[in-house]
């Protein structure tokens, strides 16, 4: 139901139990999946309104000493509770809906050796997965690049499956050389595969190293020149770039700070790292 100025709120719930259960939870196909209820801005309309949440508003409003007020009723088109007792315009909830493939995040992840006695690697697992965990909401994917030894490894196509992404990320481990050269090279290919099949979903890349890149895509490359021409392809995609520094304080590098630049990408740096440190550099400003 969609909100106009005008609101019975006892008939709507009577048209909403005839309708089943799937489609009173889902029935505005191609506007997303209800996630959350939320009040709605000052003067806004066009809304489709969350009635058992405004329906709740009510009942605690009134269970706090709020009274039934003035009821919300008039014959310009207010709000009006029928059976179910008066409703004031602060009791109206709107629906928030996130659509489908509302985002994808891609992890670009430093596996190699000087990162095996550092936390960015389980925060970075942990991370992922919990976003995974949340795709059943949010209808997000993520996708996971991995890089060590000889190259990178796509170990997680972008996917919101929970129990194959658990599968994958149990065979992240550390250990070899760093080809931060390669792991750029496969993010690219990946995102712009990905940004082929979905061209309107949100893409945040979020890589994570300590910037001690000592291995070329070729033998003999010029390492600094190749990722900087990998940098200059991710920026053209114009996504959003996210670099964490995993170096502890007393490990400073200057080539994290040169990388992000390059890659025109938000430089992070945190002392310790967790997935919930993570996860909320991902959701800022997203």
């Not at 997000?140 to 890089?147: P, T």
């Not at 050389?177 to 940004?195: H, I, N, Q, V, Y």
């Not at 991710?234 to 996504?239: D, L, Q, S, W």
């Not at 080539?255 to 996860?279: G, H, T």
Request: proline fraction near 5%.
């Amino acid at each position: 139901m969609i909100f106009d100025g005008a609101l019975d709120l006892a008939e709507e719930r009577r048209r909403s139990a005839g309708r089943g259960r799937f489609s009173a939870r889902e029935r505005v196909a191609g506007r997303g999946r209800h996630i959350r209820a939320a009040r709605p801005a000052p003067g806004e309309k066009g809304f489709e309104v969350a009635v058992d949440a405004t329906l709740r508003a009510a009942a605690l409003r009134r269970s706090a000493g709020g009274g039934g007020g003035e009821a919300a009723g008039s014959a310009d088109g207010s709000v009006r509770g029928g059976a179910v007792g008066p409703l004031l315009p602060g009791d109206l909830r709107k629906k928030v809906r996130v659509g489908r493939g509302n985002r994808l995040v891609l992890f670009l992840v430093d596996a190699s050796d000087s990162m095996a006695g550092q936390a960015g690697l389980s925060a970075a697992k942990g991370a992922a997965l919990a976003l995974l965990s949340a795709a059943y909401l949010r209808r997000d994917r993520v996708g996971l690049i991995a890089f060590r030894g000889e190259k990178a490894r796509v170990l997680l196509q972008p996917t919101s499956s929970v129990r194959r992404g658990e599968k994958m990320l149990r065979l992240l481990t550390a250990g070899g050389a760093t080809p931060l050269a390669s792991g750029l090279l496969e993010a690219w290919k990946t995102l712009r595969a990905d940004r082929l099949k979905h061209p309107s979903v949100r893409t945040s890349l979020v890589i994570l190293s300590d910037g001690e890149a000592n291995v070329p895509l070729s033998p003999g490359g010029d390492k600094a020149r190749e990722i900087r021409d990998l940098a200059g392809m991710i920026r053209r995609e114009k996504i959003r770039v996210i670099f964490v520094d995993t170096n502890p304080p007393e490990r400073e590098r200057p080539e994290p700070r040169e990388y992000a630049a390059c890659l025109d990408a938000q430089y992070r740096r945190i002392a310790r790292l967790r997935s919930r440190d993570l996860l909320e550099i991902v959701d800022k400003e997203d």
